[in-house]
């Protein structure tokens, strides 16, 4: 088993930064792949970033440029680093874990989430 806990969200104004971690504990996180996924209210779970074991990062288009996800794996800590940040961008930020793949909205091992509210 594994167990996710996000922190690092909060209230930013438009324009700002956060940088949310994601602490791993259970087993080492060094063979698995890594994500973070955001969900709006209203809106369905949707995939932020990822990171492979071997440390490929895949991005989604609204992101790119902007957010960047890193994995310490000896800190067993995953991060997603979030500039310019846009009112848009509000929702509850959610890492997870996967052996398998990249990770999906079916990944394994979730955590609690973290709440991230950009202000215009």
């Known amino acids: 088993q594994v167990q996710l806990v996000e922190s690092g969200g909060g209230l930013v104004q438009a324009g700002g930064s956060l940088r949310l971690s994601c602490a791993a504990s259970g087993r080492a996180i060094s063979s698995y792949n890594l994500g973070w996924f955001r969900q709006a209210p209203g809106k369905e779970r949707e995939f932020v970033a990822a990171i492979s074991w071997s440390g490929r990062t895949y991005y989604t288009d609204s992101v790119k440029g902007r957010f960047t996800i890193s994995r310490d794996n000896a800190k067993n800590t995953v991060y997603l680093q979030m500039n310019s940040l846009k009112p848009e961008d509000t929702a509850v930020f959610y890492c997870?874990?996967?052996?398998?793949?990249?990770?999906?909205?079916?990944?394994?091992?979730w955590g609690q989430g973290t709440q991230v509210t950009v202000s215009s």
């Open positions: 997870a874990a996967d052996a398998t793949g990249v990770p999906s909205t079916g990944a394994r091992y």
